[in-house]
């Protein structure tokens, strides 16, 4: 039970940190945030040791761990922005697109009195009226006010990690019980009838 309870809390940790790198938004975070995220992805391998065998708790903890990891690069800077943002009126000056390899747009804008350029797919022409919440100290770039309203990926996360939680419990209670093996058991050889005495 310590070996689940254990990274249990490692995951939380290293699911903050992949969310504060890919929160800085610059290259280089990226290139940081690859690390925990493969760390996340690969934690549910773990229950497979702790459960001396089992399978099951496994997979229903990458299963979480799918919808996790997405929500790692939002609800932390989320978090943050909330508690210590400061609440900005701007408006969009400049915006420059980086194509995606779908095809897709992703729009870096240049706002007034803002530092730092926020980034996102909707399109939004410069003199747009934008309601953002920056980040008093710098280090995270503006995030939409509207979007820190909304709670989608902090129920999401928070489902997610439970799941994975229970499935972590679940893999040390098994643990404790002999691993059954579902071999079929070899025949006894058939005993030689002796020759009747005349």
């Known amino acids: 039970m310590v070996r689940a309870v254990a990274l249990i809390a490692a995951t939380a940790v290293v699911w903050l940190v992949a969310g504060a ?14 690390v925990p995220t493969a760390a996340l992805l690969a934690a549910p391998f773990l229950l497979y040791w702790i459960s001396k065998g089992r399978t099951g708790p496994t997979w229903v903890a990458f299963a979480a761990m799918l919808v996790l990891v997405p929500t790692a690069y939002a ?7 909330r508690l210590a943002g400061d609440p900005v009126t701007t408006v969009v000056m400049s915006a420059r697109c ?4 779908d095809g897709r747009c992703l729009y ?32 995270f770039g503006p995030r939409l006010a509207a979007d820190l309203d909304g709670r989608v990926f902090d129920i999401a996360a928070a489902v997610a990690f439970a799941l994975f ?15 059954q093996s579902w ?13 009747r005495r005349t």
């Open 98 to 101: 980086s194509e995606n390899r």
């Open 183 to 195: 071999s079929v058991p070899a025949s006894r050889p058939r005993m030689k009838k002796r020759p």
């Open 75 to 81: 609800v932390p800077g989320d978090w943050y922005l």
């Open 165 to 179: 939680a229970a499935a972590a419990i679940a893999a040390a209670l098994l643990g404790r019980t002999p691993h």
């Open 21 to 34: 790198a890919g929160a800085l938004g610059s290259w280089w975070w990226w290139v940081v945030a690859a």
């Open 108 to 139: 870096n804008y240049t706002l007034a009195d803002v530092e730092g350029e926020y980034r996102d797919t909707a399109e939004y022409p410069p003199g747009t009226s934008l309601q953002v919440v920056t980040d008093p100290r710098g280090v």
